[in-house]
Each structure stands twice: as structure tokens, then as C-alpha cells.
């Protein structure tokens, strides 16, 4: 069990020795979104732009604009809704290749409370073209992911989490931008999920197997662009989907799916998610209870959705 | 020098004249801030700045923010005349399908190194830059133009404190104070002065200037080039619509174009008719 941040500080660190153009940013809190892990290896390419998180989205796409890649980090909820509007002329209208590695995503930051609690940054970030989203479930994907963001060329919004999660991936797990992952094999529903619900789905679909019922696992690391292949293929074969997210129901990953296949193919549905209210302080676990962000959840609305069915 | 001085003082007019005729085409986009802001753009893109319109992507040039992105027909007329693109594609302004957007666009326009517009993000990516030809030991320089009302975003002073704290030498600011915005008088809707010393104040090296000068423009620009171990800001006193006495001195003429009536007088004012 690693956390995303953490896999990322390793990432960033040991790209950063391959490639010298690899410069990072962030706002003061390097120690917690693992920057410092690069910044005390390469210094001069590290730049520490204090609490100004919107100079700090422009200053990476100037950086990025002379040849440099630059990743930048802060709190996600600081990240896609700080600098939205900077995020959005500055780097995704010109197509600029600015990495922005959003960490503390989701409830899971827990006593911080609400107002550090970013429910909202996949759906906002979604909704600018140009834009790449990709949320990884474990350190193994995480690694994955900052590579395929450091070798694609333009914008990408990476979201990771606080906290320690199990493990999805096997280590060495190629990640590609724009593909899903079936992560477990069924035929009466799919749970359609991102992050740290996918392991939560595993869990959930081993259960509902104990019952009878045979639950499709499909992990979708990159909300953007979707894998509308794989999602088809889970809507057509099993008829129901449970999408999961540590998010909003409004926009992520359940809104993604949902607008995607009330067009190409109408299958029942349930979005499992934080349902447009704000976060609370908490200690992690208890807070994904509290929004019923987790296995238990997941097998109740499989439950559910079967007998609509 | 003095030789040089006219020519440049020539060339701005020819420019002023091509951006009447550019709005008065187009019938939409911002009259007095082009206006204000041509003779430093004309310093810059013909004495100042290395550059090369026939390698647009060259390695060496010095870059280009126009941060008050709002003053594009300043911009995109110097580069024509420069040889960026053709003239004639000045008419396109704005038009569907032309690359000459309505704001500073760097996936359409040669010449143009990033999206300006949404007002203040501008001395962001200009030090962004700054710093990236600093880390590689590059003598490239940077300029960014911004506006005096502009300097009412937050972001701006966000940017000037980094690039203070990073002794981004090779970083001119050019503060175009023609001390209207559009709602009306700078200091009326939200008061920006001093500009000087709050430029001062985050640690920048402050020089004023009349900024229709063209000897004084080009002396501060030698002055900033010299100045090593922080950024200078040149803060450029001017007149709104500059040139054309129609649209001088008036916040209404800020997004407002020539029209059929006006442009005569325009041309005339700025020596084309008689």
C-alpha cells in the first residue's frame, strides 16, 4: 500500500533524472504533495512560487512555451478551482504542455474539512477542451500515468489522493492515455470506476460473487478522453452499470459515462458518488462511510439495479 | 540614433494607419489601447527585439507578451509589416476562419508565442519564461506589455513578487498607462497609483518614460537590458487612442471601431489624406 502522492514524488524524481527538461512548481506545499522529492534532487529545476497558485499556472505555461515540461502541484481543490480560468486560457487554449499533478483530491483528506475537500475538479476540468484527466486507482497506475504524461505532448490534469491505498496494478503496469482496464470479468453488471473506488469494487464484485451475482469490474484511469470501447462493450454485455468515484456524481466520471451512453447506448444506471453537497471533517475511512464510498455501497446498488434489470 | 528615431516615429504611423484601416474593416475590436501601446510595439519588433519573421519558431528570438491581449490590432499589424504573414490577411480580423483572432492566439498566428486576453495572466508566462532561458544560461530576453487598468488583477502582483524573487533580469515589463479602461478613468474605477512605486515596492527596477518618446523609449529599453539582478518595469505614460484626436483621451473609444464617417478624419489626422 502506497498513496498516489507519494508514488508520484518517486515518479517525477526519477523522470526528472532522464530528462532535463522536466522542471516542477508548487505553492507552498511541496512537502505534501511530494515535489520536495524532486526538489531536492534538482533544485535550480524546481520553482517554489509561494501561495499564488494562479502565477503559478502561468509561469508553467511560459516555462513550457521556452521547451521545458513543467509539472506543477498543490492541493486539487487549490489546482482545478484556484487557477481555473488560468488553467483554462493559459494552458489548455494554447495546448500548452503543462503537467498539473493535483494531490489531496476527494474527501479522503479528511480533518481538513470541507473547504480543502475537492469533490468538483474532475467534472470542471472535463468541461476544458484540450484537456487530458486522468485518476489513477494505485501508486503502480500513478507511476504509469506521470510517464504517459510526461511523453504526451499538451495539457493533462493527474488527480491523487492523500491517503495510502491497496494495490490494483501488479508493479511495472503500462498506462495509456484514453484506455480503460477490465480489472475483473462478469456478466450481470459492471462497476464502471476511478481511483480509489476501484479497489473497493474488487472487493465488492468477490462478494457478489458469493451470491450468485457476476459483477465486471472496468477501471477507468483516464476520464479524458473515455474509453468509450470499453464502456460500450460493458453496457452492451451486461446490461447495467454502478459507476464509483471519490467525486461528485455531477460530471466526473458518472456524468462522463452517463452522457456517453444515453446517446450511443441507454443502460440502466446508478452513479455512486458524493451527491452535491460538500465535504466535513472526518478521519478518512470514516468520511468514505459517511458517503458511502465503498464496498458495502457498491454491492447494495448492485442489488438494486438487478432488480430494475 | 536620431536617424533611427525617425524612421521608428515613421514606421509607428504607418502602423497607426494600418489599424484605423484594420478596425475600421473589421467594424469590432479595441481602437484606444492599440493606439496607446504602437510606438513601444514599434520599438520593440523593429530595433529592440531579436527576431526573425522568416523562422518564426527560431531558437535565439526574444519573446513577445502582449499581456492587454485586448490590444491585438497593435500586434498583429506589426507583425504583417514585419513580413509574419500578408497584409492581407489584416482584413480577416476577427472573422470566422482567419487566424487573426480576437485576442493574441499562438496556434493560428505566426509570431505569436502564447494566448493573451482574459487580462492579467500575461506577466505570469512572460517570467515563466524569463526563468526557462535563465535555467539553460540563454540570453534571450522577454517583454510583455501590459495595460494600466489591467494591473487591477491580483494575478499581476502575484507575478511581479515572483519575478522580483527570482531576479528575472531578463524580464521588461512595459506598462502602457493611458489611464482609461472601460468603464472610464483608471484612477475613478479602481485607483492603480502609484504604479511606479508599487512596482518599486515588489523589488523591480522602476523606470518612467513619456511613452510616445521614441528616444525615450528606446533609452529605457538599453536601461533595463543593463540592469542585472531584477526585473525592470517601464512605466510608460500615454494617450488612449493616440494619433487620431477623434478617439484621444476617450474611455468610449476603447472597444469601439472607426466608422465610415470617422475614418477619413482618422487617415487625415495621421497624414495619409489630405
Not at chain 1, 485518476?135 to 493533462?156: C, F, L, M, S
Not at chain 2, 514599434?42 to 519573421?53: S, T
Not at chain 2, 493611458?178 to 511606479?196: F, P, T, W, Y
Not at chain 2, 533609452?219 to 494617450?239: M, N, Q, W
Amino acid at each position: 500500500m502506497i498513496a498516489t502522492r507519494d508514488a508520484y514524488g518517486e515518479a517525477l524524481a526519477e523522470l526528472g533524472a532522464e530528462n532535463e527538461n522536466i522542471v516542477a512548481l508548487d505553492a507552498d506545499l511541496s512537502g505534501s504533495t511530494k515535489t520536495g522529492v524532486f526538489a531536492k534532487k534538482f533544485p535550480a529545476r524546481f520553482f517554489n512560487m509561494g501561495i499564488a497558485e494562479a502565477n503559478m499556472v502561468g509561469t508553467a505555461a511560459g516555462l513550457a512555451s521556452v521547451g521545458k515540461i513543467p509539472f506543477l502541484s498543490t492541493f486539487a481543490i487549490f489546482a482545478a478551482g484556484r487557477a481555473w480560468e488560468q488553467i483554462r486560457q493559459s494552458v489548455a487554449y494554447p495546448k500548452a504542455n503543462v503537467k498539473i499533478v493535483a494531490t489531496h483530491g476527494g474527501v479522503t483528506v479528511g480533518e481538513d474539512g470541507g473547504s480543502h475537500q475537492s469533490v468538483e475538479d474532475i467534472a470542471i476540468m472535463r468541461a476544458i477542451p484540450n484537456m487530458t484527466v486522468l485518476v489513477p486507482a494505485d501508486g503502480e497506475e500513478t507511476k504509469g500515468a506521470i510517464r504517459a504524461a510526461a511523453a504526451y505532448k499538451g495539457p493533462v490534469y493527474i488527480r491523487l489522493g492523500r491517503n495510502k491505498v491497496a494495490n490494483v496494478f501488479p508493479a511495472g503496469h503500462k498506462f495509456e492515455i484514453g484506455k480503460g482496464c477490465q480489472v475483473a470479468d462478469g456478466s450481470d453488471l459492471t462497476f464502471i470506476t476511478t481511483g480509489l473506488m476501484t479497489a473497493q469494487a474488487l472487493i465488492a464484485a468477490e462478494k457478489l460473487k458469493g451470491e450468485g451475482i457476476s459483477a465486471r469490474v472496468v477501471h477507468i484511469g483516464c476520464i479524458k478522453p473515455l474509453d468509450k470501447e470499453l464502456v460500450l462493450a460493458a453496457a452492451r454485455e451486461t446490461g447495467a452499470i454502478v459507476t464509483a468515484e471519490e467525486h461528485s456524481v455531477v460530471g466526473g466520471l458518472g456524468g462522463a459515462v452517463a452522457e456517453f451512453l444515453s446517446e450511443e447506448c441507454p443502460t440502466l444506471m446508478k452513479r455512486v458518488g458524493v451527491y452535491d453537497r460538500f465535504g466535513t471533517s472526518g478521519k478518512a475511512e470514516e468520511l468514505l462511510k459517511y458517503f458511502g464510498l465503498n464496498a458495502e455501497t457498491l454491492i447494495d446498488e448492485a442489488k438494486e439495479i438487478l432488480k430494475r434489470k | 540614433m536620431k536617424e533611427k528615431i525617425v524612421e521608428l516615429q515613421e514606421k509607428a504611423r504607418r502602423l497607426r494607419v494600418a489599424i484605423v484601416k484594420t478596425l475600421h474593416k473589421s467594424q469590432s475590436g479595441h481602437t484606444g489601447g492599440s493606439l496607446s501601446a504602437i510606438d513601444m510595439v514599434c520599438a520593440l519588433y523593429f530595433h529592440k527585439m531579436r527576431h526573425n519573421p522568416q523562422e518564426p519558431a527560431w531558437d535565439g528570438r526574444d519573446r513577445f507578451v502582449l499581456s492587454k491581449g485586448h490590444a491585438a490590432p497593435a500586434l498583429y499589424v506589426t507583425l504583417a509589416e514585419c513580413g509574419y504573414f500578408p497584409s492581407e490577411d489584416l482584413m480577416m480580423l476577427r472573422r470566422l476562419g482567419s487566424h487573426l483572432q480576437g485576442h493574441p492566439d499562438s496556434k493560428g498566428t505566426p509570431g505569436v508565442d502564447v494566448c493573451t486576453g482574459s487580462l492579467g495572466q500575461g506577466l505570469s508566462m512572460a517570467n515563466g519564461m524569463a526563468l526557462g532561458f535563465k535555467l539553460d544560461g540563454k540570453e534571450n530576453r522577454v517583454y510583455a506589455i501590459l495595460g494600466d487598468g489591467e494591473l487591477q488583477e491580483g494575478q499581476i502582483w502575484e507575478a511581479a513578487m515572483a519575478a522580483a524573487h527570482y531576479k528575472s533580469d531578463n524580464l521588461c515589463a512595459l506598462i502602457d498607462a493611458n489611464r482609461l479602461q472601460i468603464d472610464g478613468e483608471v484612477a475613478k474605477v479602481m485607483n492603480v497609483a502609484s504604479i511606479a512605486d508599487k512596482f518599486r515596492a515588489f523589488g523591480w527596477n522602476v523606470i518612467e518614460i513619456d511613452g510616445h518618446d521614441m528616444a525615450q523609449i528606446l533609452s529605457a529599453l538599453d536601461a533595463a537590458e543593463a540592469r542585472k539582478g531584477a526585473p525592470t518595469a517601464i512605466v510608460a505614460a500615454t494617450v488612449k487612442g493616440k494619433g487620431v484626436h477623434l478617439f484621444e483621451n476617450k474611455a468610449s473609444y476603447h472597444g469601439v471601431t472607426p466608422n465610415d464617417d470617422e475614418l477619413p478624419e482618422a487617415l487625415r489626422c495621421l497624414g495619409e489624406l489630405d
